[in-house]
């Protein structure tokens, strides 16, 4: 076998792509080695060690399907794998020349484990406002069908399975590593951080304003709500613990308080919970009536005794 053929033998990433990612990788491995990164690095140090100094700006949630439909970003790479890096690298290169801020750039590409996750057993039921909804965004006006309506319906948030093939994990790091690794090296990498946003999700399947309706009315229901997706995600960081998933050489600080903030949110929405339904004055036919100033002092009782 030729070392053309050799070269496009990696599960099915063609030569094009072979190229547009080494192109890519040579780009970012060229700004990773610019001494500014390690400057950056000593400012977020001091940042996350609560000292004074300049604060830090860090731009995300970027809409790269309307960079891409702009034309300011194109995805070329056919095989989906390839295409997955791709967009990685061409998005953290925009990002650099277009919105830089305080962002670092590391001379590795780190690739994640290959995790199996059964998730929470139930998915939103969704009415779109248009019909197919678009492919080319998520951000649509759209209609969430509560399917969890009472506290019988709690138990449908299973608690998450999780699993990791290894072996598979090392294959794609491997065939990455022969890509690219001439320019950053490939590293396999585990959990880093976590985005918790516990009322995102359950409004979409128990419908925004039943939702917000329960917190005022139904305490104990939207109290079993939130408390049965704690503890789900609970599940899932212990199992993450057990297969070491976590990588506590980077993240350790941002982990830890991603769980302290397990704790905090629960206490939080404890307090406002009752200290709401406390609140809550006469109804009549017009619906609930609120005292408009309790409004302002739900935070201080909350609160004030936290450390």
Same mark, same amino acid.
């Given at each position: 076998m030729n070392s053309q053929n050799q070269k496009e033998n990696f599960e099915g990433i063609n030569q094009k792509d072979i190229e547009i990612l080494r192109e890519l990788a040579c780009q970012?491995?060229?700004?990773?080695?610019?001494?500014?990164?390690? /400057?950056?690095?000593? /400012?977020?140090?001091?940042?996350?060690?609560?000292k004074p100094g300049r604060p830090l700006v860090w731009i995300t949630e970027i809409p790269w399907h309307e960079v891409e439909q702009s034309g300011e970003i194109k995805f070329e790479c056919e095989n989906s794998f390839a295409r997955s890096i791709e967009f990685n690298l061409k998005t953290l290169l925009y990002v650099w020349n277009h919105a830089r801020t305080d962002i670092i750039i590391e001379p590795v590409y780190r690739i994640g484990y290959v995790v199996n996750d059964t998730g929470f057993g139930i998915s939103p039921c969704q009415e779109y406002a248009s019909h197919p909804p678009s492919k080319n965004t998520e951000v649509i006006s759209r209609h969430f069908i509560p399917q969890i309506k009472d506290i019988d319906d709690v138990e449908k948030i299973k608690f998450p399975e999780i699993s990791v093939d290894w072996e598979a994990s090392k294959k794609w790091a491997k065939?990455?590593?022969?890509?690219?690794?001439?320019?950053?090296? #490939?590293e396999l990498y585990g959990i880093g951080s976590i985005w918790f946003a516990p009322w995102d999700w359950l409004v979409t399947i128990a419908g925004v304003e039943e939702s917000l309706f329960s917190l005022a009315a139904r305490p104990d229901f939207a109290h079993a709500m939130i408390g049965r997706l704690v503890d789900a995600w609970l599940c899932r960081l212990e199992q993450w613990d057990r297969l070491d998933m976590k990588n506590w050489a980077?993240?350790?600080?941002?982990?830890?308080?991603?769980?302290?903030?397990?704790? #905090?949110?629960?206490?939080?929405?404890?307090?406002?919970? $009752?200290? $709401? *339904?406390? /609140?809550?004055?006469? /109804?009549?036919?017009?619906?609930?009536?609120?005292?408009?100033?309790?409004? *302002?002092?739900f935070h201080q009782p909350c609160t004030k005794n936290l450390p």
């Amino acid at each position: 076998m030729n070392s053309q053929n050799q070269k496009e033998n990696f599960e099915g990433i063609n030569q094009k792509d072979i190229e547009i990612l080494r192109e890519l990788a040579c780009q970012v491995s060229e700004i990773a080695r610019l001494p500014v990164h390690t /400057q950056t690095i000593s /400012q977020w140090k001091r940042n996350n060690d609560l000292k004074p100094g300049r604060p830090l700006v860090w731009i995300t949630e970027i809409p790269w399907h309307e960079v891409e439909q702009s034309g300011e970003i194109k995805f070329e790479c056919e095989n989906s794998f390839a295409r997955s890096i791709e967009f990685n690298l061409k998005t953290l290169l925009y990002v650099w020349n277009h919105a830089r801020t305080d962002i670092i750039i590391e001379p590795v590409y780190r690739i994640g484990y290959v995790v199996n996750d059964t998730g929470f057993g139930i998915s939103p039921c969704q009415e779109y406002a248009s019909h197919p909804p678009s492919k080319n965004t998520e951000v649509i006006s759209r209609h969430f069908i509560p399917q969890i309506k009472d506290i019988d319906d709690v138990e449908k948030i299973k608690f998450p399975e999780i699993s990791v093939d290894w072996e598979a994990s090392k294959k794609w790091a491997k065939i990455l590593d022969e890509i690219i690794g001439k320019y950053l090296p #490939v590293e396999l990498y585990g959990i880093g951080s976590i985005w918790f946003a516990p009322w995102d999700w359950l409004v979409t399947i128990a419908g925004v304003e039943e939702s917000l309706f329960s917190l005022a009315a139904r305490p104990d229901f939207a109290h079993a709500m939130i408390g049965r997706l704690v503890d789900a995600w609970l599940c899932r960081l212990e199992q993450w613990d057990r297969l070491d998933m976590k990588n506590w050489a980077f993240f350790h600080r941002i982990t830890v308080i991603s769980e302290l903030a397990l704790v #905090v949110l629960a206490i939080l929405l404890t307090c406002l919970i $009752f200290r $709401f *339904q406390r /609140q809550v004055s006469k /109804q009549n036919n017009s619906g609930v009536l609120l005292r408009a100033r309790s409004f *302002q002092r739900f935070h201080q009782p909350c609160t004030k005794n936290l450390p």
